[in-house]
């Protein structure tokens, strides 16, 4: 963990090329500062904006080691950064979100292991490591559930609805090479919403309005904020993801994604916890466009251990994800308080995420 205070002129390490990096380093160069981007892939979107690259595999000593030499602290903007490898560098470099955090984020099994552990609550789940398992988990969990990979899943890949009996051994011999695997009761949700929040070194935490999420072919679409619930289920939504912040020592930006599941006759809605991500968030990118520090400058803030800037939020906004072809209209379909990041990715593959608008609405918020 970083325990000195980064000055101007530092340079940020960042494991991972791709936009959040590429948002990261834009934050980076306006407090002074210089990022060293690593990354396997040549053609990373972030590189384009750093001073300094390496190219080169996660597992490649040699070159971990060069970078390390490079740089005063080193952050990640991806949670599939292999643990080995933050083990390396936390060696010779701090190393924020610490490599805990970063273990424990990665594996499905492991954070709600976590959470549970730290009576925070989630939807009832069972590891699965036979199709022995599986349909002992399910005859506790009961149907219709979700089994998903522990490693890897993101966007909706790796895992399956599971509806009825029927659907069970179709489903186990489609994730059968992901093993182990997680089976957790389908939640009846109303919405989806999620907090980012920031913790410094010296225990400093600041949380962004939580927004509702919105997804189409399980990719993130649409980040609406001020998000339809109650100040009660805002505030809840924000203790947890404080909570979370403290128990894992965190230092840096972490994402905190629940589902919000109605009360009956009128009681309060419950929050159940889907899953968090140790680094700067998707359903974050509002913050760039109407909050007064955002979630990029906030996480460069944390972990050189400043001071954590103010994340009130000045208007209502909705951020919309831009997805394969959808980049192709731009600049075209901009109305003027539309703001645009495209990600400079060179080829608009389907289902790949090109850019996002924040729509900014000429609202004040409420409060
Ligand atoms: P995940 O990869 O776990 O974030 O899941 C992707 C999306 O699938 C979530 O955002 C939900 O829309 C849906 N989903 C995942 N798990 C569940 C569940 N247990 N109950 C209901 N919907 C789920």
Not at 57 to 72: I, M, P, Q, R, T
Not at 222 to 244: C, E, G, N
Not at 269 to 295: F, K, Y
Not at 298 to 324: F, K, S, T, Y
Request: proline share 6%; aromatic share 6%.
């Amino acid at each position: 963990m970083p325990e000195k205070t980064l000055s101007p002129g530092a340079t940020i390490g960042i494991l991972g090329g791709g936009q959040l990096g590429r948002m990261l380093a834009l934050a980076v160069a306006r407090l002074g500062m210089k990022t060293h981007i690593y990354c396997p892939d040549p053609n990373s979107p972030a590189f384009e904006v750093t001073p300094h690259k390496t190219v080169a595999g996660y597992d490649d000593e040699k070159a971990l080691a060069a970078f390390a030499d490079a740089v005063d602290v080193v952050t990640y903007e991806f949670e599939n950064v292999p643990v080995q490898t933050a083990h390396i560098l936390e060696k010779l470099k701090p190393l924020a979100p610490n490599s805990g955090a970063l273990a424990v984020a990665q594996d499905r099994l492991a954070e709600k292991d976590f959470l549970t552990r730290n009576t925070i609550a989630v939807s009832p789940f069972r590891a699965v490591h036979t199709r022995d398992d599986l349909h002992k988990g399910l005859a506790d969990i009961g149907l219709p559930a979700v089994i998903k990979t522990t490693r890897l899943g993101y966007d909706g890949k790796g895992q399956r609805m599971i509806k009825t009996a029927d659907d069970v051994d179709e489903a186990y011999a489609a994730l059968e090479d992901g093993l182990p695997l997680v089976i957790e009761a389908f939640v009846p949700f109303d919405k989806e919403i999620s907090v980012i929040v920031a913790r410094n070194g010296h225990g400093q935490v600041q949380c962004f309005d939580p927004a509702e999420n919105v997804h189409e072919n399980h990719i993130l679409k649409t980040s609406t904020v001020p998000a339809a619930i109650t100040d009660l289920t805002a505030d809840d939504a924000r203790s947890i993801a404080r909570k979370i912040a403290e128990a894992l020592d965190y230092v840096g930006v972490l994402g905190v994604e629940f589902f919000v599941v109605p009360g009956e006759n009128g009681a309060a809605a419950t929050l159940l916890v889907n899953e968090i991500a140790p680094r700067v968030h998707n359903s974050g990118h509002w913050t760039e466009a109407v909050c007064m520090t955002d979630q990029f400058e906030q996480h460069i803030r944390a972990i050189c251990n400043w001071p954590l800037g103010n994340p009130a939020r000045m208007a209502d906004v909705v951020m919309e994800n831009l997805i394969g072809d959808e980049i192709n209209g731009l600049p075209g379909t901009l109305s003027q308080s539309d703001q645009p990041h495209v990600y400079g990715k060179l080829e608009a593959r389907p289902g790949r995420k090109m850019g996002h608008i924040n729509h900014i609405s000429a609202n004040a918020p409420a409060k």
